[in-house]
Structure formats: C-alpha cells, structure tokens
C-alpha cells in the first residue's frame, strides 16, 4: 500500500490562476479531508468528502474553493483565481469506512502563488 | 467547537532529559486525542492516540477530563525525537475530522 499519494508536491502560481491538487487516498479508504497549513500555524480543517460527497465543508472559505471526490479517481482541491495569501501547505488524510478515528496523511503539496 | 491548544512553539532539552509537551484542549463531548508527529522530510504521522493506552517509542499520553490536558511525555529523550510534534481532537458523531493544535517543534539537544 503506497500511502496517501499527494501531486504535485510543490505548484507555483500566479494571481489568479487556478490550482488543482489532488489526492488518492489509501487503497480500501474511502474517506477523505483536506486541511491547510499556513506558514507558522498548525493545520487547519477544510473539507471532509466520502465517494461522491461532501460531508462536512465548514472548514472551507466560501468562495474560489471547492473540492471532490469521484467514484472513480482522486480526489480533487480546487483554487480558482489564486491570491498571495492562497500561500500555503495543503495535506490531504484518508480513513478507512466504519468507525473512523485515525487519519492518514499525504506528504503535502505546497502552493506558492507569485 | 472544539480547540486545541498547544501553548509552546519550541521546546529544547538535553538527550536523557524528560520531555513533556503541553496539550490542551475545549469540547463539549466526549473527545478523542492524538498526538501526531512530523519528521523533518516526512508525512505527519501519528504516534498515539488515547484510547489505546500505549507508549510509542518511549512517549505516553494520559487524557486528563478534569484538566482537559493530554500532555505528551517521554522520561528520557534522544536526539531522533527531535521532530514536530501536534496534538489533535476527534469529536463524536459526525464531527469526524482532527482539529488539531498549532504544533510544538521539539529539539532534543546532544
């Protein structure tokens, strides 16, 4: 079992691009979450998606983001319209169905936007 | 809502010297704890998680409810410790996702 695999690892933009990161979970989990770490901060929830679902959003910022996760292929972060302050680590985690309590986590993906 | 507090950045200490790194934590239910760690160059992974009542790697964590604590502690450090280490809550229910602390970065010093 490979991991959470996270691509690409590093991504420059520039204002107002879009960025897309993805994320393929751990073979048999079906389970994803999305947090995000800003330089000098712990890691912040975003997103918590099953196959074809949002559960849980309140972590997202209301607008220009968005996420997925399909039936078939990874999960997808979504930036449109990039700014400075969209700067930051991005780190996908995938959990197992049933009772979900330990997540594991992606190595990152870092989002420098010039 | 559920907080996590982590109320030391950077913590140094000698190899052989106990570490204890503070956690604290705010939920109105019945939480469950971790405590994460980040090699340098590596995924965050976790190291323990309360429910299990175990020591990894020499560290052990107790859930205190009546000080809403899970301090990490370790009786003699060694320089491979070294690393980021973060607390983080699970709520119950649907509240499925970690909410984690600001991280302390540990320095075990030779």
């Known amino acids: 079992n490979a991991g959470v695999m996270q691509n690409p690892r590093h991504l420059v933009r520039r204002r107002g691009q879009e960025a897309r990161l993805r994320c393929s979970p751990m073979?048999?989990?079906?389970?994803v979450y999305w947090y995000r770490q800003l330089p000098e901060e712990g890691l912040k929830f975003m997103v918590y998606?099953?196959?074809?679902?949002?559960?849980?959003e309140s972590g997202m910022p209301k607008e220009r983001f968005s996420a997925e996760f399909p039936k078939e292929g990874p999960s997808i972060l979504r930036i449109q319209q990039v700014v400075r302050g969209d700067s930051a680590a991005y780190f996908c985690?995938?959990?197992?169905?049933?009772?979900?309590?330990?997540?594991?986590f992606g190595q990152g993906t870092r989002l420098t936007v010039v | 809502a559920q907080r996590v507090t982590q109320p030391e950045k950077l913590l140094s200490v000698f190899k052989g010297a106990p570490v204890e790194l503070k956690c604290n934590y705010s939920?109105?239910?019945?939480?469950?704890l971790f405590w994460y760690v980040q090699y340098s160059r590596q995924r965050l992974q976790l190291l323990l998680r309360?429910?299990s009542r175990e020591s990894i790697k020499g560290f052990t964590a107790d859930l205190n409810k009546g000080e809403t604590s899970f301090h990490l502690k370790k009786p003699f450090a060694q320089e491979e410790d070294s690393a980021m280490y973060y607390c983080?809550?699970?709520?119950?229910?649907?509240?499925?996702?970690?909410?984690f602390g600001s991280g302390t970065q540990l320095t075990v010093l030779p």
């Open positions: 985690a995938s959990s197992p169905p049933g009772q979900i309590k330990e997540a594991f």
């Open positions: 073979k048999g989990h079906s389970h």
């Open positions: 998606l099953q196959k074809e679902n949002i559960i849980d």
């Open positions: 939920y109105s239910g019945s939480p469950e």
């Open positions: 309360h429910i």
């Open positions: 983080a809550l699970s709520g119950s229910g649907s509240a499925r996702q970690l909410t």
